[in-house]
């Protein structure tokens, strides 16, 4: 049974920084995408950024471009989410989500796979 297993959410200031990370269990293959959403009160659940286990690529919504990096640990099988300039807007639960794969994925139905999500609040 697949599971994704989030931790590093907080309460931040403006400007300030926070590392998320997903430990993935369970999934069978290397071939697989990691993906990162999040949704904020009242809102749809929105692409934040994707990396592709096999061979690193990455993808970025253009609000997150710049300041969000996801990265991978192969040797910890986890993926991190590096939050920089974190403004108030960035507030929202954060998903990690994984889907059998070998491209970038983005969209919400294109992950079979989710997490229970870890909370972010930015205050300004």
């Known amino acids: 049974q697949v599971q994704l297993v989030e931790s590093g959410g907080d309460s931040v200031q403006a400007g300030g920084s926070l590392r998320l990370s997903c430990a993935p269990s369970g999934l069978t293959s290397s071939m697989y995408t990691l993906g990162w959403f999040r949704q904020a009160p009242g809102k749809e659940r929105e692409f934040v950024a994707c990396i592709t286990w096999s061979y690193g690529g990455t993808y970025y919504a253009d609000s997150v471009k710049g300041r969000f990096t996801i990265s991978r640990d192969n040797a910890k099988n986890t993926v991190y989410l590096q939050m920089n300039s974190l403004k108030p807007e960035d507030t929202a639960v954060y998903y990690c989500?994984?889907?059998?794969?070998?491209?970038?994925?983005?969209?919400?139905?294109?992950?079979?796979?989710w997490g229970q999500g870890t909370q972010v609040t930015v205050s300004s």
């Open positions: 989500a994984a889907s059998p794969s070998r491209v970038l994925l983005v969209k919400r139905f294109e992950y079979s796979y």
